[in-house]
């Protein structure tokens, strides 16, 4: 079993910055993918970014340029830093981590954008 637990989503305003955090524990595999989705108020979750235990990113591309995904694989933490932030990027975060084939998911962060 993988827990997945993020922190760091809040209330900013139009423009702000946000870094959100995930701490992963319990049986990790040593190579795994992991990502952020989002999920918005009547929409379907959204991929937001990932990244490889190589550190190879991918972005969506409502994203790209303004969010930044990376890992920190010694003490299993991943983070998305989220800049120029606009009220569409309002959405509940999650992390998810892939290992083995079996998908894991946190439990959500809010990301507010609002003045």
């Known amino acids: 079993q993988v827990q997945l637990v993020e922190s760091g989503g809040g209330l900013v305003q139009p423009g702000g910055s946000l870094q959100l955090s995930c701490a992963a524990s319990g049986r990790i595999l040593s190579i795994h993918a992991s990502a952020w989705y989002r999920q918005a108020p009547g929409k379907q979750r959204e991929l937001v970014a990932s990244i490889t235990n190589s550190g190879r990113t991918n972005y969506a591309d409502s994203v790209k340029g303004r969010f930044t995904i990376s890992r920190d694989n010694v003490n299993n933490m991943m983070y998305l830093q989220m800049s120029s932030l606009s009220p569409e990027d309002t959405a509940v975060y999650y992390c998810?981590?892939?290992?083995?084939?079996?998908?894991?998911w946190g439990q959500g962060t809010q990301v507010t954008v609002s003045s």
């Open positions: 998810n981590s892939n290992q083995g084939g079996i998908p894991y």
